[in-house]
């Protein structure tokens, strides 16, 4: 392609680069401008305007050497381009003189950044030819404010930019779009003067896109500014939302599982029309692709996904998956899109993080309230802020566990959020329920459905996929024509097909000379199954017991609810690793399979599970899932009840928290084996699921009533406890549907549940060790956890009272007093309360126990005045027939024989120091009280080592380190942990015995 120059030379050759494409485009010739810096992209060209820039001269600016100036010749581009103000008139001339100046702004703040100057150089050049138009419309002017009104944001920032992969990316799109623009000059697709529709119609196609990337920039640069301390503080923040790592589509699980991006130069036409409809900000904002399946859907979307972000168009995605149990939960679906989003917007960022702090549980909530916290409301107050076009991908919604839960999104989706900035990709087969809701509200033109796209265009596909596959097993030009017939529209049978054949070209003739005519979609493939089935595993051949241990390890494989390791599969089903790798083998063309022992095993596609779990489909194949997950449960007892322990990982104190032990991925690998995380993480999940047999039921009892706490112990150090509560919880309510239910049965699971849920929701976890050091020492003696395991336990700090006896949900009693309550004590019989005052007075009160509210309390003794100041501290001795009491007046004194008629004077002792707290209860290591301090999370620290740890509920009864006997909200309690005989630090280990 020749270009006529400005000196009306022909240039042989296209111009290189960015800027000499630019100069090319507006006829500067090449004799005139320097050569100095070529490398580098030129900025800007000046030309005359009202703003107060240089009008006298046109020049072009050198982006490194700022104060070198370049004289251009007058071009055509400047007998379109130099005009003065006058001559634009109206609204939109007011548009481009604030534009003009806003680039110019952000132009002149860029020298730092030169890639930046470059690009607000060829937008100034872009909007000097859009402005040579007579016909500047409503669109122009929106876009020249929008763009204005970023360029203004953006200049404060431009000095400070960094040169980051996001910023560098966004601004290689802006030239790309600028690129794209020139190419189409080169071509003579636009014209000099911008006349035709379809030029205008360019122009402002590549105007809004340059204005969505105007606002991603800055979200970049806000993200650049944002403070580290209150990102950390925001990133914890965040972490509330669990989001689902493995459901993003280029997740390390996403490699396990064999998911990957199309075959190059096939499903072309296909994603051509998504590109489409992601860059049309007036597209529909749901898009609906469909199909059966193996119909390629996922990998499309995975294609999609890339595209989007290379384009910096994805917000957010979630991979629905059947193979993991999470990322099949529909309620980890907003969470994970609400956490991606976050990372990416500042704005969006700051109010999730205000509702997480004001709800700090959503990601646990109901479906409809996370989709109007977490999206509508955010979004609906972001919207004009908010770039346009970014797209949330979610693949194969049929995948999801709970079908209502996908149906009230959708219906949410597609009547409340049409109106707000993101748009929303979706996959599904054409399941009956997904179906019913986005048909009737999705436009024709934003749906397609993969098995309706015309034959001819599919099997082009298949056969450039087939070429590309089977170049090794010497398939013919015919051998891939009757493959790609054999497939009808079906990647899945293509690439199962290949797997099978792999090199072998034994396998390819057996495949191609017995086929048959097409028939229904499932025929073909059931076909192709039955015959990967029959090869592994010759029912003719093999013994019975060979047969067994082939279904018992395919069975695993494809109901775990995760994929499994090689040697996790071969512990689960109690065969060597040898074995158990062979049979896999056998199966290479419907698993995946890493390599090692360690290897993730995975069926590469659902339609096979589908496939065995159907009857009519599978015959002699088939597994019957109810009974299949009743084994995995058992499974998952057995090895529990195998390798569970008592200090499992070997943690050498518990004044250590389990993030300051420095080997601590090391010891858990080492001693929590893939099978037993498996088992601890998803015996629940199996249990639900199954055909409940007397068996099943004795081993949950079992395992309740022996392993609790060894399970615990396990999720906590595979950071997986916060589901342990909802596991127990769900275990309470399908326990409620057996025949085995009653009164005794779900008042032991709640207390298990319970005992859980206040482990894993306290600070208390922190420290794996305090499960048996602390929490079981404030373990309720009315709970079946305290019957099973304290008597198990040795040395834990010495708990006793009536608090422990079972917890209330209010208030128990309540005195009124005349001054200040300074402290209060508990009788040793629980029958009378002694208080010290403001007033310098001591009063005993008696109370009549198990009244929910007493609104005042009988004075059976006191006043006792003596103290000359406030009483501090009080408590009774043990025998209840004394009383002590410290005071700010810097004595201790001593009530003896008190009763209603008799008060002698007291004993007086006096100290230097202010006597706060006293007790007349006999302790131990009193030089450990001295630096007791008890924080809010609950944690007991002595010389800055967390020593026990207090529920929430028992803070009143530590008010400060010495007081023996203590009244609070739940009744009374004393706390002994000064004891030497307590196992603490590196002898906590002698705590517990099995």
């Known amino acids: 392609m020749s270009n006529q120059g400005a000196s009306g030379s022909t240039q042989s050759e296209k111009p290189k680069g960015f800027l000499g494409r630019l100069k090319n485009f507006f006829h500067l010739p090449s004799s005139e401008v320097s050569t100095t810096n070529s490398a580098k992209v030129s900025n800007d060209i000046s030309r005359p305007s009202s703003s107060g820039f240089n009008q006298s001269q046109t020049t ?149 896109r340059i204005e969505n990337l105007f606002r991603l920039l800055q979200i970049d640069f806000s993200l650049q500014t944002l403070d580290t301390v209150q990102k950390l503080h925001e990133d914890t923040t965040l972490d509330k939302l669990s989001p689902i790592d493995d459901a993003r589509f280029n997740s390390s699980f996403a490699s396990t599982v064999h998911r990957q991006s199309c075959t190059p130069e096939t499903r072309k036409a296909v994603l051509a029309l998504l590109q489409e409809w992601a860059d049309n900000p007036d597209a529909a904002k749901v898009f609906w692709m469909s199909g059966i399946a193996g119909t390629g859907k996922t990998t499309v979307t995975y294609s999609f996904c890339e595209w989007l972000e290379a384009e910096q168009l ?35 960022r700051t109010r999730i993080c205000d509702i997480l702090k004001q709800d700090p549980g959503i990601a646990k909530l109901n479906i409809n309230t996370q989709f109007r916290k977490l999206l509508l409301e955010p979004m609906e107050q972001l919207q004009d802020h908010f770039p346009r076009n970014i797209v949330v991908v979610i693949d194969a919604l049929d995948e999801c566990s709970k079908t209502l839960d996908i149906e009230s999104f959708l219906q949410l989706l597609l009547t409340e959020y049409q109106h707000t900035p993101l748009k929303f990709f979706l996959t599904s087969r054409p399941e009956p329920g997904i179906r019913a809701k986005l048909e009737s509200k999705v436009d024709s033109s934003s749906r397609i459905r993969l098995q309706e796209i015309e034959e001819h265009i599919v099997q082009a596909d298949i056969q450039t996929y087939l070429k590309h596959e089977l170049s090794r097993a010497d398939a013919s030009e015919k051998d891939i024509l009757q493959i790609a017939q054999q497939a009808d529209k079906l990647f899945i049978y293509a690439a199962t097909l290949v797997r099978y054949i792999g090199g072998d070209s034994s396998r390819l003739r057996k495949i191609v000379g017995g086929a048959a005519g097409l028939k229904k979609h499932h025929t073909e493939l059931d076909e192709l199954y039955e015959t990967i089935m029959s090869s592994a595993c010759d029912r003719k051949k093999l013994e019975d017991d060979e047969v067994n241990a082939f279904r018992a390890i395919l069975g695993t494989v494809v109901f775990a609810k995760e994929p499994l390791t090689v040697k996790g599969v071969a512990s689960l089903v109690g065969k060597d690793i040898g074995e158990t790798r062979g049979i896999v083998e056998r199966l290479r063309s419907v698993l995946h399979l890493q390599d090692g022992d360690d290897g993730l095993i995975a069926p590469f596609h659902a339609s096979f599970p589908d496939y065995l779990t159907t009857k009519d489909r599978s015959k002699d194949n088939h597994f019957d899932e109810r009974c299949e997950e009743e084994k995995m449960a058992t499974r998952c007892f057995d090895i529990m009840k195998a390798e569970l322990k008592f200090n499992i990982c070997n943690l050498v104190s518990s004044f250590v928290f389990d993030k300051d032990v420095p080997d601590l991925p090391e010891r858990v690998k080492k001693n929590i084996s893939s099978a037993l995380s498996y088992g601890c993480r998803y015996w629940e999940n199996h249990l639900a699921e199954a055909e409940l047999t007397e068996g099943l039921w004795n081993q949950l009892n079992e395992f309740l009533t022996t392993r609790l706490l060894f399970w615990m112990e396990v999720l906590n150090l595979v950071g997986y406890m916060s589901r342990g509560e909802s596991m127990l919880g769900n275990v309470v309510e399908w326990a409620q549907m057996t025949k085995y239910s009653s009164t005794e049965v779900q008042t032991r699971l709640k207390d298990y549940r319970n005992f859980t849920m206040e482990f894993a929701a306290s600070a208390c976890r922190l420290s794996t060790p305090h499960l048996y050091v602390s929490r079981l020492a404030f373990c309720r003696r009315t709970s079946a956890v305290y019957s099973h395991y304290y008597n198990n336990a040795n040395g834990l700090i010495n708990v006793k009272g009536s608090a422990l006896e079972g917890w209330s949900s209010g208030e128990i009693w309540r005195w009124v007093e005349q001054a200040a309550v300074s402290s209060v004590a508990f009788s040793p019989d629980g029958r009378r309360v002694v208080s010290g005052s403001s007033d310098k007075t001591i009063r005993v009160w008696e109370v009549e126990t198990g009244q929910t509210v007493a609104e005042t309390g009988q004075t059976v003794a006191g006043p006792f005045a003596g103290h000359n100041h406030s009483v501090t501290s009080v ?84 008010p400060h380190c010495s007081n023996s006997h203590v009244l609070g909200q739940y009744g009374s309690c004393s706390i002994d942990y000064t004891d030497p005989n307590i196992l603490i630090g590196d002898q906590w280990a002698k705590c517990y015995h099995s």
């Open 314 to 348: 994805l917000g957010g995605n979630y991979f629905c998956s059947r193979l993991t149990a999470q990322s099949s939960e529909p309620q980890h679906i907003l969470p994970t899109i609400t956490f991606q989003l976050a990372q990416r917007f500042p704005d969006y």
């Open 60 to 208: 072009l600016n050198d982006p490194v050497n700022s104060g070198t100036t370049i004289p251009v010749a007058q071009s055509s581009y400047q007998q379109h381009s130099a005009r003065p103000t006058s001559k634009i008139k109206g609204a939109f001339g007011l548009a481009w003189d604030g534009l003009d100046t806003a680039l110019r702004l952000l132009k002149e703040s860029s020298d730092a950044f030169p890639p930046l100057k470059t690009a607000v150089g060829g937008i100034v050049a872009l909007i000097d030819l859009v402005q040579t138009t007579k016909d500047n419309n409503g669109d122009y002017q929106r876009l020249a404010n929008e763009l204005a009104k970023m360029a203004i944001l953006l200049a404060p920032h431009a000095s400070k930019i960094k040169e980051d992969k996001p910023t560098k990316d966004t601004i290689k799109l802006i030239e790309a779009e600028l690129d794209g623009i020139l190419d189409q000059r080169d071509r003579g697709v636009i014209k000099r003067t911008i006349q035709a529709n379809k030029d205008k119609g360019d122009i402002i196609k590549c105007l809004r």
């Open 875 to 958: 408590a009774f001795s043990p025998d209840g027939r004394q009383v002590v009491s410290g005071s700010s007046d810097k004595t201790i004194r001593v009530w003896r024989n008190w009763d209603i008629t008799n008060a002698r004077q007291p004993l007086s002792f006096w100290l230097k120091q202010i006597p706060y707290p006293v007790s007349l209860s006999p302790l131990h290591a009193p030089s450990l009280s001295t630096s007791f301090s008890l924080h809010e999370n609950g944690w007991a620290y002595f010389s800055n080592q967390p020593l026990f740890w207090v529920p929430s509920s028992f803070h009143v009864y530590l």
